[in-house]
């Protein structure tokens, strides 16, 4: 990896953020306090989606590195 903000990196931040908080599904409100991000980086971004396990939707956070 080449990121570079000091200790531990942007990616893991991002992550532990997404992971602190129960999800609410936006499409039909199912909460997941167990949720888990697949997380997929492609340079200057990165990508956390995850799949509402009630309906199916997909969801997808994106930022900026
Ligand atoms: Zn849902």
Known sequence: MSLSHGGRSAF?????????????????????????WEAATSGATVEYRRECPSCGTEHVRRYRL
């Open 12 to 36: 893991e931040r991002l992550r532990a953020r997404l992971d602190e908080r129960a999800y609410t599904c936006e499409a039909c409100g199912f909460v997941d306090d167990a949720c888990e």
